[in-house]
T-cell receptor, first 110, second 116 residues
Framework: DAKTTQPPSMDCAEGRAANLPCNHS???????VYWYRQIHSQGPQYIIHGLKNNETNEMASLIITEDRKSSTLILPHATLRDTAVYYCIVSLTGFQKLVFGTGTRLLVSP | EPEVTQTPSHQVTQMGQEVILRCVPISNHLYFYWYRQILGQKVEFLVS????????KSEIFDDQFSVERPDGSNFTLKIRSTKLEDSAMYFC??????????????FGQGTRLTVV
């Protein structure tokens, strides 16, 4: 079973920031937090990952709380093409089996 | 940008028939995976493959399933005798090198398998 809890759905206005929360209260010290998304029925797409420091790349930012029990994925300026299911996944260092939960369905509206 | 390629995009087969799903992982990647997603359900891990052998498999991956890397570029999933419940989207993925730690997995666009 997935070790994360995410809200089933969220809405966001186009151009605004989308903040997607994730709880992973049982995360162990060597597990990373990964975010993937799935647009319609396409293959999952990697977004970002982190261990304990905040991370940023061209797609998004990842904020991890100091106790590592939760994190937030931030899409700074959401577009209609960001409408997708977003998955928060914890994964062991160097161990790439991904356990997908049900994710958060993000709907970006004009 | 390099990508994982899967063929065919859609396959229809009769129950009891064998099917082979094909994948071309990204060329310098060393770890290969198959996942499946039954319509409306979660993405589920099936198997991982490294150094020409299975490194991990799920309980879904029973004796009806097999994987192979027949040459330097292809990675295949064979289902020996398909059942109706094998109907799903099958995703191939690859990642660069676990020794480099936490490199992301790149997924193909999937093969939709329909068993009739």
């Amino acid at each position: 079973d997935a070790k994360t809890t995410q809200p089933p759905s969220m809405d966001c206005a186009e151009g605004r920031a989308a903040n997607l929360p994730c709880n992973h209260s049982t995360i162990s010290g060597n597990e990373y937090v990964y975010w993937y998304r799935q647009i319609h029925s396409q293959g999952p797409q990697y977004i970002i990952h982190g261990l304990k420091n905040n991370e940023t790349n061209e797609m998004a930012s990842l904020i991890i709380t100091e106790d590592r029990k939760s994190s937030t994925l931030i899409l700074p300026h959401a577009t209609l093409r960001d409408t997708a299911v977003y998955y928060c996944i914890v994964s062991l260092t160097g161990f790439q089996k991904l356990v997908f939960g049900t994710g958060t369905r993000l709907l970006v509206s004009p | 940008e390099p990508e994982v390629t899967q063929t065919p995009s859609h396959q229809v087969t009769q129950m009891g028939q064998e099917v082979i799903l094909r994948c071309v992982p990204i060329s310098n990647h060393l770890y290969f995976y198959w996942y499946r997603q039954i319509l409306g359900q979660k993405v589920e891990f099936l198997v991982s493959f490294y150094n020409n052998e299975i490194s991990e498999k799920s309980e879904i991956f029973d004796d009806q399933f097999s994987v192979e890397r027949p040459d330097g570029s292809n990675f295949t999933l064979k289902i020996r005798s398909t059942k109706l419940e094998d109907s799903a989207m099958y995703f191939c993925a690859s990642s660069e090198d676990l020794a480099r730690r936490n490199t992301e997995a790149f997924f193909g666009q999937g093969t939709r398998l329909t068993v009739v």
